[in-house]
């Protein structure tokens, strides 16, 4: 079965520019989670969603941060623009379905993709 | 909200000898704790979990215990070996609802 799958693995930019990663989740998997991952922490996440719908984005800056699941399968995330503390790895991460506790919950994480502002 | 701390950030042992990670969390309606482990270059990955209806639960070389009344739990890992060497996260959340909240992680390190 293959994972997780995330593009770009690595991204520069300078800050203000922006930025798209895309994670094409495990198939039949309805539930998908973007995180973002500052080094020496937890992941933090930033949306979830289920199947094309947003179950929850209130970690969101949705003043420069947007992400989109079209057709329910792969997800984009965007920054616009970006800014120096915008410096982490983006996980994205998918469960068969939604909640936690069970072993359909379970998630899986890509490789994500670590973005460097500078 | 839920809060998760976790000791020690950084954990280093000689190889074959054990390893005890810990996490506190402060919600006590929180009842599915999780442990994740990510390798360098990679993202978390599942290892072993426990529901608050047991105390103790074994995977091979890995263990997870939880005290609920102290609100901790904790990951102890036996006779370790180089590959056991990566960054561990603890988690807690409320079974069924969506939301894991993360511990910030300890980088064990196996000494040969």
């Known amino acids: 079965e293959a994972g997780v799958a995330q593009s770009p693995r690595y991204k520069i930019i300078e800050k203000r520019q922006s930025v798209a990663f895309w994670c094409n989740p495990i198939?039949?998997?309805?539930?998908l989670y973007w995180y973002q991952q500052i080094l020496g922490q937890g992941p933090k996440l930033l949306i979830q969603f289920q199947n094309n719908g947003v179950v929850d984005d209130s970690q969101l800056p949705k003043d420069r941060f947007s992400a989109e699941r079209l057709k329910g399968v792969d997800s984009t995330l965007k920054i616009q623009p970006a800014k120096l503390e915008d410096s982490a790895v983006y996980l994205c991460?998918?469960?068969?379905?939604f909640g936690t506790g069970g072993a359909k919950n379970i998630q899986y994480f890509g490789a994500g993709t670590r973005l460097s502002v500078l | 909200g839920e809060n998760v701390e976790q000791h020690p950030s950084t954990l280093s042992v000689q190889e074959g000898d054990s390893a005890v990670i810990k996490c506190t969390y402060s919600?006590?309606?929180?009842?599915?704790f999780p442990w994740y482990k990510q390798e360098l270059g990679k993202g978390p990955q599942l290892i072993i979990d426990i529901r608050s209806n047991v105390g103790e639960k074994k995977d091979q070389r890995i263990a997870v215990t939880l005290n609920k009344t102290a609100k901790h739990f904790s990951l102890h890992i036996t006779e370790t070996q180089p590959e056991d060497s990566a960054v561990y996260f603890c988690?807690?959340?409320?079974?069924?609802?969506?939301?894991?909240?993360w511990g910030a992680g300890t980088k064990l390190i196996i000494k040969p």
């Open positions: 988690a807690a959340a409320i079974e069924g609802n969506y939301q894991l909240i």
């Open positions: 991460a998918s469960s068969l379905v």
């Open positions: 198939s039949g998997h309805a539930t």
């Open positions: 919600d006590s309606a929180s009842n599915y």
